[in-house]
């Protein structure tokens, strides 16, 4: 039997930061009224990082990919597949995977994106799992990358407070133990309009509203019950009970969208990894971004068991049930 295994983790966050109070002043020069105090009660976001101008998604995913291969210990030249999960691609194609491997200077395998929103990480890893299970891959580089800056409507305060810029990957490798246990996806396409960006480019005019735009208090709702679910769902498949889980590292929306599903689950609070203080919600980035931060800071462990999961625009969600 042939498994699938993360050999190495990398992350990376365009270098300016942008604090709530900074972010705050700069809205109140337009008007609009927002304030530290109200972000940070509501969501947990204190800062985020914001992508300069020109600085695009497969910059970003480059730089997390390179991290991840020298943590693995691999170059470029071993990796049969790239998938990046991104909304925010550089082009309508060719894909930003491929412009990940032209940046890498290697040719060969396959390279695609996978375009699930927030889940897009969760979804692309268990699509690169699914390669190397099959034996059509052995070495994949799996990365969650976002400029959500650029599709942000910065008039907006109920969403642009929310969201920031990054990029985190995986190198997932062949092995013959197991190592990713489990995945279940989902998605409710019914839900399409609580979580959308729903504009396009059509004979060179942008159509529809291409800002993203949010039904808080739905996503809200659907994310903690969809997630509490798929968490039993991907344990049952792998025969292990949650309070077997090591580390929980969940998409970075919202503290009290985590705090929810942690009591739900009965799961004690130092075994959630949050770096939504930090980053805000980087939609893709943020799952692989939170992986790397615990697995280099030395909390996540070899042997160690984490939960990842992912939720978002589609509506779409996701659990994958890791032994690291
Ligand atoms: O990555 C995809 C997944 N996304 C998510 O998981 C997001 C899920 N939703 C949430 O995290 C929360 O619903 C939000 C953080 C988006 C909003 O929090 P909330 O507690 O649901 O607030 P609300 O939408 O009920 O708004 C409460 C009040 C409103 O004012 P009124 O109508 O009560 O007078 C809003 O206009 O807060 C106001 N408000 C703000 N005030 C200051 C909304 N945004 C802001 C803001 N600053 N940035």
Redesign the pocket.
Known sequence: MRYAKITGTGGYLPPRIVSNDEL?ADMATRGI???DA??TS??GIRQRHIADPGVTTSTLATHAARAALDNAGMSATDIDLIIVATSTPDFIFPSTACLVQANLGVAGGAAFDVQA??SGFVYGLATADAFIQAGRARHALVIGAEVFSGILDWND???????GDGAGAVVLSAADEPGILSAKLDADGSQMNI?CAAGNVVRGQVTGDPFLR?D??A??KL?VQALTRSAHEVCDEAGVSIDQIDWMVP?Q??I??LNFIGRRLHLPEEKLVVTLDKHA?T?AA?VPLALDVAHRDGRIKAGDLALLQG???GFTWGSILVRM
């Open positions: 705050a009224e927002t304030s109200w972000i509501r969501t929103v927030c305060r109920r969403t642009c407070v929310l969201f979580l949010m808080g208090q996503v809200f994310a998409h929306a919202n009290r969208i919600n939609s943020s939720v978002g625009g």
